[in-house]
């Protein structure tokens, strides 16, 4: 086969082509089919296959995390009952809602037989959280360094468990006679006023969750009604 066989060719009378150009041109025809054949169908197949493999080896990795995770799921749901109890005892050992007004007047009290002026004790609205309930208290107190830790002292020894949590509350020096000549204040025995809100807590039981719960949202109408428990069932929550 010569170059000068494909100079000459005719394509109008393309069977009398010598042999070698036909061969040649078969070969060229059918890697063109291939090239279009592989741009039009594999190619995707292969970009969707990769894609494939990737989603196999996330699901994999899922898969096992998830698998670890139920296997345990028993030791979890164990652990999760346990600190529910522990929940549940250091709640009760905070005072109720009927010891709480006796609360406040022992808190006042042991700031008095502290030796704490109580300029202002003012306690505020409660406000109900989740199970717990916390009772504000706006005070100012004037006392020295020593009185104050005594007077934290005795709240911690009062029988039920008294948690106080401070917000906005300043510690300052109270002017004295000598302070205003000048002299300046002694932090560890002289008079300090301690202002500002406190709140102590208290725990809130079932039936008083129970009546703080907020309303249940009705059906939307037109909405279909909750499936009905199967025969020989039981409903309520484990």
Known sequence: MKLSDFRDLDFQNAGNWPQGV?????????????????????RGQQEDLEGKQKQESSLKQDFSIKQAKAVNLEALRQQLEEMKDMLRQMLLQ????????????????????????????????????????????????????HQFGAFISG?????????????DVS??????????????PALMNGPLALEGTVKTYRYVDDDEQAANAPPAVPPRPGA?????PAAGGHGGMQ
């Open 22 to 42: 036909k061969m040649t041109f078969c070969v060229l025809l059918f890697l063109v089919i291939c090239l279009l054949g592989w741009y039009f169908q594999i």
């Open 224 to 228: 279909a009604p909750p499936p009905k």
């Open 94 to 145: 905070l005072p109720s809602r009927t010891e709480m007004p006796e609360l406040l007047v022992d808190i006042s009290q042991t700031a008095l037989s502290s030796g704490i002026e109580n300029d202002l004790f003012q306690p505020g609205a409660e406000q109900i959280k989740e199970f717990y309930a916390e009772k504000p208290i706006t005070l100012r107190m004037v006392g020295s360094y």
């Open 155 to 167: 709240v911690a020894s009062l029988p039920r468990v008294v948690i106080l949590t401070m917000h």
């Open 171 to 184: 510690l300052r020096p109270q002017p004295t006679q000598a302070t205003a000549a000048g002299a300046k």
